[in-house]
């Protein structure tokens, strides 16, 4: 639906994923683009739409395109000189992921309000919509960062300097925060009239508000499996987001409010790679970023008809793909580009959660023993999934592609649980190119998998960091604003500190 008036808050707004200037240094500084005695119900519209950019692509923010780099979607064209601050180098310094940080803390600052104000004026479905983003956003952080202030955060004068809480309790707290959120949504009091021009997601959906909620705590449970003694918690979880009723996602979660080929109101990739006459950026990201050589390949190994949808062929009717790090790789316009399937249109929709995701989602947690099914029920999740990646991408029926017989395609040619799972993020990973890259990342570090994702080949890779990053770096903004909180936290090293989730 169209909401072109909501950009008129969107505009002034829309930076807070960029940050910028001393102002944002302090997460428990008022934040100057939050309203003011706002009503939830405005406030929520921005903050939704500001929680979309930063979800795959923003200009602002190089980790949001970089993990497209690291996790083989992406690559510099050969158009452009390497350096030793690229994302073929996999350097980082404290100001690496700082506007994140900052951006991610506003829009968080947003969702606490509306969370707040909602609760007393007694408006269950705001409240729980925001607990349900707020969720989100944290776990983001959480899987980039580890620990970060949670428990004392926005609490203005009261904790200048908050503290940094334990990641795993973090997430554990959000699983409950998750459960009132379903539980709230189920409500009769929850069920609004204005959900058209306010809810940018569902439109005041409940229901489909209680499945995004269960299947957002889903991919965070699913996180945890590899956590020492997780198993017997995810399964009592999961059980509970069973008993609630609402079922998980089967339509892609998305935001849309009113995007539009205008100045200022583009669907967000959309926007980070085309102009306003729906052309590439002249000498700008549709120029430096190209299609990965590995991804390209790997469709092609398996005959795959998304290929000519993620990635577009160069003006010879071929695929050219980009090595990460590799000073050979051909110049921007003779290297393939993202394709239609992805960069539809300028209206197009962000995508928060995608129906596969959630499908690829419950095929893990059936193989691995926390839903019930069983290997049929597995493998119907699974072809789900797929099909739900065709259907994003209009690539039509994926019948014949998932009999194909090939063990990165075919169920009953993939044997046994580890093959299983292999299956299930390989196709997962094919899923989430240039629709919730994030996703795969964490996958990689959760797993290892896809285990053939390649390194980069930089010359410029400093000594004893030559391996895919394993988190981000605390931002300086901390270490100028709350120093010994962020300290306290000791020595952090981007390629061998770990999130808990981390094996």
């Known amino acids: 639906m169209k909401k072109l008036s909501v950009f008129i808050s969107i505009i002034i707004a829309g930076i807070s994923l960029s940050g910028c200037g001393k102002s944002y240094l302090d997460i428990n500084t008022p934040n100057p683009n939050a309203a003011t005695g706002a009503t939830p119900e405005l406030?929520?519209?921005n903050a939704m739409t500001v929680t979309a950019s930063g979800q795959v692509a923003n200009p602002g923010i190089a980790p949001l395109q970089f993990i497209s780099g690291w996790m083989g979607y992406w690559a510099p064209s050969g158009s452009y000189a390497q350096n030793s601050v690229d994302v073929a180098s996999y350097f980082q310094?404290?100001?690496?992921?700082?506007?994140?940080?900052?951006?991610?803390?506003r829009n968080l600052e947003d969702y606490y309000y509306?969370?707040?104000?909602?609760?007393?004026?007694?408006?269950p479905f705001y409240e729980a919509a925001a607990k349900a983003m707020k969720s989100?956003?944290?776990?983001?952080?959480?899987?980039?960062?580890?620990?970060?202030?949670?428990?004392?955060a926005f609490q203005g004068t009261l904790v200048i300097n908050p503290k940094y809480d334990d990641a795993q309790t973090i997430y554990h707290d959000l699983s409950n925060q998750l459960d009132t959120a379903a539980n709230l949504m189920a409500s009769p009091a929850a069920v609004i009239t204005n959900g058209a021009t306010t809810d940018v997601m569902f439109q005041g959906n409940n229901s489909l508000w209680i499945q995004f909620a269960n299947t957002l705590r889903l991919r965070l449970l699913i996180r945890q499996t590899q956590t020492s003694g997780g198993d017997a918690y995810i399964a009592g979880e999961v059980a509970k987001i069973v008993a609630n009723g609402g079922g998980f996602l089967t339509q892609d979660a998305y935001i849309n409010p009113g995007y539009a080929n205008s100045s200022g109101q583009q669907s967000p990739l959309w926007g980070y790679f085309r102009t306003l006459t729906n052309l590439p950026t002249s000498g700008g990201q549709a120029d430096y970023w190209k299609a990965s050589s590995y991804a390209i390949n790997t469709l092609k190994a398996y005959n795959d008809p998304r290929l000519g949808l993620i990635y577009d062929t160069t003006s010879s009717g071929s695929y050219v793909g980009s090595v990460l790090g590799s000073p050979n790789n051909p110049p921007g316009n003779a290297t393939s580009s993202l394709g239609p399937g992805l960069l539809q249109s300028a209206a197009q929709n962000a995508i928060i959660i995608s129906a596969a995701e959630s499908y690829f989602l419950q095929a893990e947690a059936i193989v691995r023993g926390y839903l019930p099914g069983g290997t049929t029920a597995a493998q119907a999740a699974y072809e789900a999934g797929v099909q739900a990646s065709f259907n994003y991408l209009g690539a039509g029926s994926a019948t014949a592609y998932l009999s194909s017989g090939n063990p990165m395609t075919t169920w009953s040619a993939a044997v046994g649980t580890q093959a299983e799972i292999a299956l299930i993020i390989r196709q997962k990973w094919i899923a989430d190119d240039g629709v919730t890259p994030w996703e795969s990342y964490d996958d990689y570090r959760r797993l290892g998998l896809p285990a053939d994702i390649p390194i980069s080949v930089s010359p410029y890779i400093s000594a004893g960091h030559t391996t895919i990053p394993t988190r981000f770096l605390y931002p300086v903004s901390e270490y100028t604003t709350n120093t010994v909180n962020v300290n306290a936290e000791g020595n952090i090293d981007w390629t061998t500190s770990k999130v808990f989730w981390q094996p």
């Open 93 to 105: 310094t404290t100001g690496f992921a700082d506007a994140y940080w900052i951006g991610a803390y």
């Open 43 to 45: 406030v929520i519209t």
């Open 114 to 123: 509306v969370e707040t104000s909602a609760k007393t004026q007694v408006k």
């Open 136 to 152: 989100l956003v944290f776990a983001q952080l959480v899987d980039v960062f580890n620990n970060i202030p949670y428990s004392q």
